[in-house]
């Protein structure tokens, strides 16, 4: 079975064929507005947003489930105990330490980092401005990796 050549793609290359947004949220979004956002687009990765739509930080599906149904778990982290009394935002529960691509890198240095990193929607900022310009979707990889002409 031969690969699929990805050597030769950038990341503006990948989003010109496969048009796909990430899912962006407000910094103070509340838990159930971000799963909200996530299951209607049926995703697995939030990015949060700023008031001047940067995006400051990640919000990954199992972070939220964690926080949305901690009161069935045994033991509780200090910030699980705090959410019950305030509903923690956006900005509380993401990662600000999040995994990015630009426009200009190649895809095969790209799927790397988003496979180190476990995510199934990565987001390609703008180098210059760095304003969302898209999402590289993990399954999107997979499918084209499969029809190998």
């Given at each position: 079975m031969s690969q699929p050549c990805f050597a030769n793609k950038t990341s503006a290359d990948w989003l010109n064929q496969h048009q796909s947004k990430p899912v962006m949220v407000d910094e103070n979004a509340s838990i159930d507005q971000i799963i909200n956002a996530l299951l209607i687009e049926d995703r697995r990765d939030a990015y949060v947003v700023n008031a001047d739509n940067k995006v400051i930080g990640h919000i990954g599906f199992a972070n939220v489930a964690t926080h949305l149904l901690s009161e069935h778990r045994v033991?509780?982290?200090?910030?699980?105990?705090?959410?019950?009394?305030?509903?923690?935002?956006?900005?509380?529960?993401?990662?600000?330490?999040?995994?990015?691509?630009?426009?200009?890198?190649?895809?095969?240095?790209?799927?790397?980092?988003?496979?180190?990193?476990?995510?199934?929607d990565l987001i390609v900022l703008s180098r210059d401005t760095h304003v969302p310009l898209g999402a590289i979707q993990l399954k999107d990889v997979l499918a084209e990796s499969l029809c190998l002409e």
């Amino acid at each position: 079975m031969s690969q699929p050549c990805f050597a030769n793609k950038t990341s503006a290359d990948w989003l010109n064929q496969h048009q796909s947004k990430p899912v962006m949220v407000d910094e103070n979004a509340s838990i159930d507005q971000i799963i909200n956002a996530l299951l209607i687009e049926d995703r697995r990765d939030a990015y949060v947003v700023n008031a001047d739509n940067k995006v400051i930080g990640h919000i990954g599906f199992a972070n939220v489930a964690t926080h949305l149904l901690s009161e069935h778990r045994v033991t509780h982290t200090h910030r699980q105990l705090f959410a019950r009394v305030i509903e923690p935002t956006a900005k509380e529960l993401m990662d600000p330490h999040f995994t990015s691509a630009y426009e200009d890198e190649l895809l095969c240095d790209v799927i790397h980092r988003q496979l180190d990193h476990g995510l199934d929607d990565l987001i390609v900022l703008s180098r210059d401005t760095h304003v969302p310009l898209g999402a590289i979707q993990l399954k999107d990889v997979l499918a084209e990796s499969l029809c190998l002409e």
